[in-house]
């Protein structure tokens, strides 16, 4: 059993990662860390075996707990990662690492092979198999690849509405949901745009920290096109989807479901996978965790130059849009 520390208890770290190392056989949660107490009691209501701390500090100076799972805002994390390595610690981050390329640059400079990046959703089967659909022709080429990401609706007040706009306050969607997406489409076609054509940005209203909605056209080596969308805070959201295009067939991902389907000339194809989505991706994304910190794998994927890839195509696009995003 390894024994993990969560830093993190706002949603998605009690929504999807304690969740995840409770359904584990190969973790034990040894350490809760978060500096409001409310939400540290609640989730020690779930681990009453587990430490409790308003932060990091006494976690890494205890040699019994090896790994670090962090959940927290990006503007956090990077100082966080940083701890951790330097005290020897494998640590599985949230992305984006940071919120800008700079910072998260620095940590290059420490041993950051036990660091695995949380783009929590590469791991998921539906990837694997439109990858499979597009490297084994089905599709043809070059693509047309068109990504409507959209998520996070608006509330009027609470928690989540302040939450979201501290969000906002360091960055668009296209800086915190675009790590996902960048990441899935270097995944597809084996690396990254070598051109940011063009980009934009728009507010829905005033008083945002930044533009809510963002988008950006990407263009490959060999033509591949991707037409990106980005949008939160609007009461009704648009269908999240990715769609991919070519002379053979199309192809369409669920945003939400990652159910898939494949139409050519001659056959339709559907593909449906076990559970939901985050429960799947979230439980494979730690069993990879678990195996880089048992020394099963010697290469944390996807690792630190996975995150600074796409931060650095984040700040491309900010800066084709005029600094806008």
Known sequence: MIRVALAGLGDIGT????????????????????????????????????DAHADLAPVLADDTVPAVVLATPPWITTGLVADALRAGRYVLAEKPLGTSLAAVEALTALPHDRLQVGLTYRHDPALARLRDWISGGLLGA??????????????????????????????????HEGAHLFDWLAFLLGGGPDEVADAWALATEP???????????????????????????????????????????????????????????????????????????????????????????????????????????????????????
């Open 15 to 50: 929504q999807a990662h304690l969740p995840a190392l409770l359904r584990s056989d190969r973790v034990e949660v040894a350490a809760l860390v978060d500096p409001d107490p409310e939400r540290l009691a609640a989730a020690a209501r779930l681990v009453p075996d587990a």
């Open 142 to 175: 070059p693509l047309l690849i068109r990504a409507h990401i959209y998520d996070e609706p608006r509330a009027d007040d609470g928690p989540y509405a302040r939450r979201m706009r501290a969000t906002l306050d360091h960055g668009s969607p296209v800086v």
């Open 207 to 325: 008083g945002l920290g930044s533009p809510n909605l963002a988008g950006a056209r990407l263009v490959w080596p060999d033509g591949t096109t991707a037409v990106t969308e980005f949008g939160w805070w609007t009461d009704a959201l648009p269908r999240c989807a990715v769609g991919v295009l070519g002379s053979r067939g199309y192809a369409v991902l669920d945003g939400y479901t990652f159910d898939l389907e494949l139409r050519t000339r001659d056959e339709t194809r559907v593909a449906y996978f076990p559970g939901d989505r985050t429960t799947r991706s979230f439980d494979r994304q730690l069993d990879r965790f678990c195996d880089l910190v048992s020394g099963r794998t010697g290469r944390a994927v996807p690792g630190l130059a996975e995150g600074l890839a796409g931060l650095a195509l984040s700040e491309r696009i900010v800066a084709t849009a005029g600094g806008r995003t």
